[in-house]
């Protein structure tokens, strides 16, 4: 189950949680658009973190929240002191846009509470009187908990985010009809106000209208409509009104002759209506419209099917979206009178995860058909909700659930532990098992049934989810034994998966850390360290937590460290790995449409975990206008030394020319020598006799702002290095860089032969040099130049015997 695929909070909501200091306040800033019901954001605390901060422990803490009619722990502090009278529900307050605790009637926001003794969460959420905000406003109260002598405060800055719209054109025969989405849903008939949730695909709907994608989530309530109906004889205008109107409510128009339709159109809550349709909310991350949809009780019968269009209307321009609602008999409900043909148990076991990656189960629908005596196609999935009624009202998606830890139907966000759902929908040979992210913990167990049902028969399928042990691992022992460096280049577009065709080769890792299995780790970033200290302390270093589907992978910021999906700001790119081919690749992909010219670069880490041995893989992911297709043909590795004056060494550039298909002279007049930047793409190529290349102290090249550089001497037969500000590189310096010769042919087949330098002191370069030397004389040995025995030397300049010499 992918990330997109849920009910994901819509409203953006970005908080700080500030470590506890003398006056144990807590901090959290919220954003929401404009409502038309009670919807509400929160900022989520520690349950844990405010009871010590009271001195208290958290069962006492619960006990008095429990009972908050009595205690009136909560409370409001504004310009008259501490109010703990409340003046909306229980646990509620309402708010003037100063701030000030107030009446119902005089309130234009509201602040409340909330917890989650099992999830450890303490909720402070916001919402506003419907209707009311109509520009972007900023608000702020100050909520607090009094338990005798100690209290703690939260600080909450709340911002109503209105951006502008153009006006709406009304009449729908005038719309330009930009694009078209449906969705059908099946309901039994409702004898409560009980909805289902509702999720239609767009289709690049936000480019289509003519705004801005992150800004429609903020604006949805805004250019959203319904067909208006004639209030007299109920048949249905050329004109729209706000779906909002009224809360949603609609019911079947009439034709022109007064034959009921079961097209619908807005309508003022009465006992004729039909439908209601509530929280409509835009998705910007999958291009997907959520709402909920109920009925008005004892209204609608088996076999009706209504349906409402929806346009979302930006200026002339409008997205057509039509819901239907195919009225089907209700199943069986009083599992008590029914007969059970069979039972199984599956049991998933799985790590802890960040995301909504999943673990498929199958069970056999063929025996569970057999058994009910029905086709398979006549088969209903349900499970128990809070009243201990068998339901297939769905919670997740395709029909299936999302489910507390003890196994009850319950919605997704808080209380939701973990999920079951049909890959498709009716499908029930696959079923998707997964969790609520940050969940679970170590060694827990959760346990649902699931009842396949025809008529009053039932097959009981029992699944287990079992997360394993956190394995522990120390990472102060791993120790980096070999380092690759991989260049992804991908075109511009949303959610497109690149890869590098090279990878890394098995043998090549179990050869040099002793696995064919490794773990992907990455670096964590400081803001999810932050945001999550429990579970990234200090002491962690890599971090092995999956916060991307496919797994194993990540979505990482743009210093390629994990962050977990948070925006296309926060988390630029993603990558995951697969083993294919015998190669370990690498697959990244860009998260927004990044224009051409972005590059991403960052180390990940394929550990054994058995001996702390690890494989240093540099992922450079760049966005090209135009795919290049580079293969390397050669690389050596040199050291060369970096002096006040400048500094020659002897190279025979003769094999490098060789492999690139041309001579050496060919080489240096018509090709271009190229160097590694710090986003870890290329250079532009240049002259090397006449402009050679600049790098940073960091060893990435800039040939604008560089302090040494390097170029070739005009006989061919040397690199000399020079620098313009030798003082900044310190003592015994040691600065790897990368460089390479470049070959283009007719057929826009690149060839690149890649040189790994590191650029050293005079001093320092003399005595590894000598070392080696020393070091390597008479014993047979061959070495590189930075001093590293080789068993099978390739192309490239070696030590043996303590005498230089160059391998073609």
């Not at 109107?245 to 609609?250: I, K, V």
């Not at 999550?532 to 390629?560: A, C, H, L, R």
């Amino acid at each position: 189950m992918k990330m997109s695929t849920s009910i994901r909070q819509l409203l953006l909501v970005v908080m700080c949680l500030f470590g506890l200091n003398a006056s144990a306040q807590f901090s959290a800033s919220l954003k929401q658009g404009p409502t038309t019901d009670w919807s509400n954001v929160g900022a989520q605390f520690k349950l844990t973190d405010v009871a010590e901060a009271l001195g208290t422990d958290t069962a006492t803490l619960v006990a008095q929240l429990s009972d908050m009619a009595n205690t009136k722990v909560f409370a409001v502090i504004d310009s008259t002191g501490t109010v703990n009278g409340y003046t909306g529900n229980t646990g509620e307050f309402w708010l003037t846009q100063t701030g000030q605790v107030c009446a119902f009637a005089d309130g234009a926001w509201f602040v409340g509470q909330n917890f989650d003794e099992e999830n450890n969460i303490f909720n402070v959420y916001v919402g506003q009187k419907p209707s009311l905000f109509t520009v972007t406003t900023d608000l702020n109260v100050k909520a607090a908990l009094v338990v005798g002598e100690k209290t703690v405060t939260f600080d909450i800055a709340y911002r109503v985010y209105v951006p502008e719209v153009p006006a709406p054109e009304l009449a729908i025969s005038k719309l330009q009809i930009v694009g078209e989405s449906s969705v059908s849903i099946e309901q039994y008939p409702r004898t409560g106000y009980d909805t289902d949730n509702v999720y239609v695909k767009l289709n690049d709907v936000a480019n289509k209208l003519g705004c801005d994608k992150d800004e429609l989530p903020f604006i949805i309530n805004k250019i959203a409509h319904m067909p208006r109906l004639d209030a007299t004889y109920g048949i249905m205008t050329d004109s729209l009104v706000v779906y909002t109107t009224n809360d949603g409510w609609m019911k079947r128009a009439l034709s022109s002759t007064g034959d009921p339709l079961w097209a619908c159109g807005n309508n003022g809550y009465e006992n004729t209506d039909n439908l209601y349709l509530q929280k409509l909310a835009y998705n910007a991350d999958n291009d997907t419209l959520s709402c909920t949809i109920g009925q008005y009780p004892n209204v609608l019968k088996v076999g009706d099917k209504p349906y409402v269009d929806i346009y979302l209307v930006y200026g002339s321009k409008a997205y057509k979206v039509t819901y239907t609602v195919n009225i089907v008999e209700a199943p069986y409900n009083g599992i008590e009178d029914m007969t059970m043909v069979g039972e199984s148990t599956i049991t998933v076991n799985q790590d802890i995860k960040t995301d909504y990656s999943y673990t498929s189960i199958h069970p056999n629908m063929e025996v569970i058909a057999a058994a009910l005596g029905v086709d398979a196609s006549n088969i209903s999935m349900q499970a128990m909700d809070s009243n201990g009624s068998l339901s297939s009202n769905a919670t997740a998606n395709n029909g299936g659930f999302w489910l507390t830890q003890g196994g009850t139907i319950t919605g997704w966000g808080t209380g939701a532990y973990w999920f079951v759902e049909p890959a498709t929908q009716n499908n029930f040979s696959d079923i998707h098992v997964g969790q609520y992210p940050d969940a679970t913990h170590s060694e827990d167990t959760a346990r649902t049934n699931l009842y396949f049902v025809a008529g009053e028969k039932y097959y009981r399928l029992t699944v287990i989810l079992a997360i394993n042990k956190s394995k522990e691992v120390d990472q102060q022992g791993f120790e980096s034994v070999l380092n690759r460096t991989l260049n992804i280049q991908a075109l511009p577009g949303n959610y497109e998966w690149s890869t590098v065709d090279c990878g890394i080769s098995v043998d090549d890792i179990n050869a040099a850390i002793g696995t064919t299995d490794p773990t992907l780790y990455a670096l964590i970033s400081d803001t999810l360290r932050k945001a999550q200290p429990d579970t990234y302390p200090e002491s962690m270093i890599y971090t092995k937590i999956y916060n991307m589907n496919p797994t194993p992978g990540f979505w990482v910021d743009k210093d390629g460290k994990s962050r977990g999906w948070v925006s296309d700001e926060q988390s630029p790119w993603g990558m995951y790995i697969k083993t294919e081919d015998n190669k370990v690749k690498f697959y990244a992909m860009q998260f927004a449409a990044d224009p051409a010219g972005t590059a991403y670069s960052g180390q990940f880490f394929l550990v054994n975990e058995e001996n702390g041995k690890m494989v240093t893989v540099t992922l450079n992911y760049q966005v090209v206008s135009k795919i290049e297709n580079i293969t390397v043909v050669g690389t050596t590795d040199i050291m060369l030394p970096v002096g006040d004056i400048d500094q020659e060494v002897d190279f025979d550039f003769a094999p490098v020319a060789e492999a690139l298909g041309t001579d050496v002279n060919t080489l240096f007049a018509n090709y271009p020598l190229v160097g590694m930047t710090a986003s870890g793409i290329y250079s532009n190529g240049v002259d090397p006799v006449n402009a050679g290349l600049m790098f940073d102290k960091s060893g990435a090249c800039n040939n604008e702002g560089g302090i040494f550089g390097l170029n070739i001497s005009e006989d061919y037969t040397k690199f000399i290095t020079f620098a313009n500000n030798y003082e900044e590189l310190g003592e015994n310096f040691s600065i790897p860089a990368t460089i390479g010769f470049k070959v283009t042919d007719e057929n826009e087949q690149t060839k690149l032969y890649v040189v790994n330098i590191t650029f050293m002191s005079p001093d320092g370069y003399a005595t590894g040099v000598n070392n080696i030397k020393v070091n390597a004389k008479n014993d047979g040995k061959i070495y590189d130049l930075s001093g590293r025995q080789i068993s099978k030397p390739a192309h490239g300049l070696y030590i043996m015997n303590g005498k230089k010499y160059m391998v073609k």
